[in-house]
């Protein structure tokens, strides 16, 4: 099994940058995925393959890798854009799926 | 529209077992591997279990593995999973979700029912 991990907070103002971070070892050899989850709601998909936005999500949300580390960037980041985010990826198979531990983000 | 409805939940006593199901709409569900992950009281997400399109192979995550069972009816557009010898760990909300798995791509999942609440108890 491989591990992600987040940062479990962040917090900024809106109209700010927010960052949130997924680090792994094997993340050179795996594609990263995002997941938003509004507080009692279900997770809605942010990010594919390291960094391709969903069409249904703002422009503001945007990401990246470098080597070990991917990052979730919200740019002018919205009070609706509240929730927990969640990094994933699969295995070298596609079979087997890991979560990161997710990242609260404040936006206050 | 995708559309992926949970059922089955409740309240069950440990060393019980729970049938859940998830009611698939709005794609051609056979062509799809799907997933269950489920999420603790105030926890973050684990994923449970993966099933093909075909339902040929099965994949566990180590810690549900031997208990439970993941399978699917696409005569019924319905996805399974068997839960046996249930533990208070195993309290959560789950999830069913779809597998998008391109050619010369990631695989991921983009679609995800509202869940359903296990209480072991």
């Known amino acids: 099994s491989y591990e992600l991990t987040q940062t479990p907070s962040v917090s900024v103002s809106p109209g700010q940058t927010a960052r949130i971070t997924c680090s792994g070892q094997?993340?050179?050899?795996?594609?990263i995925s995002w997941y938003q989850q509004r507080s009692g709601q279900a997770p809605v998909l942010v990010i594919f393959d390291d960094n391709k936005r969903r069409s249904e999500i703002p422009a503001r949300f945007s990401a990246s890798t470098s080597g070990t580390m991917a990052t979730l960037t919200i740019s002018g980041a919205q009070v609706e854009d509240e929730g927990d985010y969640y990094c994933?990826?699969?295995?070298?198979?596609?079979?087997?799926?890991?979560f990161g531990g997710g990242t609260k983000l404040t936006v206050l | 529209q995708v559309q992926l409805v949970e059922s089955g939940g409740g309240v069950v006593q440990p060393g019980k077992s729970l049938r859940l199901s998830c009611a698939a709409s709005?794609?051609?569900?056979?062509?799809?591997?799907m997933h269950w992950v489920r999420q603790a009281p105030g926890k973050g997400l684990e994923w449970v279990a993966f099933?093909?399109?075909?339902?040929?192979?099965?994949y566990y995550a180590d810690s549900m593995k031997g208990r439970f069972t993941i399978s699917r009816d696409d005569s019924r557009n319905t996805l399974y999973l068997q839960m046996n010898s249930l533990r208070g760990e195993d309290t959560a909300v789950y999830f069913c979700a779809r597998d998008i798995a391109p050619p010369d791509s990631g695989s991921y999942v983009d679609s995800w029912g509202q869940g359903t609440l296990v209480t072991v108890s």
């Open positions: 709005g794609f051609t569900f056979s062509r799809y591997g």
């Open positions: 994933s990826s699969a295995d070298s198979s596609g079979n087997y799926r890991q």
């Open positions: 094997t993340l050179p050899k795996k594609y």
């Open positions: 099933i093909w399109y075909d339902g040929n192979h099965k």
